[in-house]
Antibody, heavy 120, light 107 residues
């Protein structure tokens, strides 16, 4: 069974940094694209970025709203995905989900999400 | 970026009703269109992928259609557990985008 478990959400001040983690199990992690999606309170879903798979050299892509501030990485030995968030702004307040995806393919498995609150 | 526009934003329906939600892309996306269901406090769940393929375990009352720029999610007979918010999402371009969501409420 595919399982994704996010952690690391917290209250952080504007301008601060935070790193989220996503622990994956039940599938061959290095074979899959992994995505981050967020949802601000009471709002819709927003794609944040992705780490491609081994066949695509684990390259990354980001939404314009986070480009230059957020960095996605992965540790395939630990089956873990990370989201390093710097220069946080209040608009980054959201539940952050990791999900399994792929170019042209849907998000077929999701974690439970972790809440990030950016506030002074 | 490709913009995804859903309509309606919300609807009220009764158990047993046929419900249709539409999603329009700002440019052609072929059939790279997926549908998700989200209930309050939970993660989204994949319902339909590549416009019309039913995800394993999803009831057959859900169906999807369309190609190019216009897509439809249909629930043939609404059940109590179907009251939720539904999102379309394009996986055509490098930068993915979601529709704004359609909230299905009990009439």
């Amino acid at each position: 069974e595919v399982q994704l478990v996010e952690s690391g959400g917290a209250l952080v001040q504007p301008g601060g940094s935070l790193r989220l983690s996503c622990a994956a199990s039940g599938f061959t992690f290095s074979d899959h694209y992994m995505e981050w999606v967020r949802q601000a309170p009471g709002k819709g879903l927003e794609w944040v970025g992705r780490s491609r798979n081994k066949a695509n050299s684990y390259t990354t892509a980001y939404a314009a709203s986070v480009q230059g501030r957020f960095t996605i990485s992965r540790d395939n030995s630990k089956n873990s995905l990370y989201l390093q968030m710097n220069s946080l702004i209040t608009e980054d307040t959201a539940v952050y989900y990791c999900a399994r995806g792929g170019q042209g393919w849907p998000l077929d498995s999701w974690g439970q999400g972790t809440l990030v609150t950016v506030s002074s | 970026d490709i913009q995804m526009t859903q309509s309606p934003s919300s609807l009220s329906a009764s158990v047993g009703d046929r419900v249709t939600i539409t999603c329009r892309a700002s440019q052609s996306i072929g059939t790279y269109l997926n549908w998700y269901q989200q209930k309050p406090g939970t993660a989204p769940k994949l319902l339909i992928y590549i416009a019309s393929s039913l995800q394993s375990g999803v009831p057959s009352r859900f169906s999807g259609s369309g190609s190019g720029t216009d897509f439809t999610l249909t629930i043939s007979s609404l059940q109590p557990e179907d009251f939720a918010t539904y999102y379309c999402q394009q996986s055509y371009s490098t930068l993915w985008t979601f529709g704004q969501g359609t909230r299905v409420e009990i009439k």
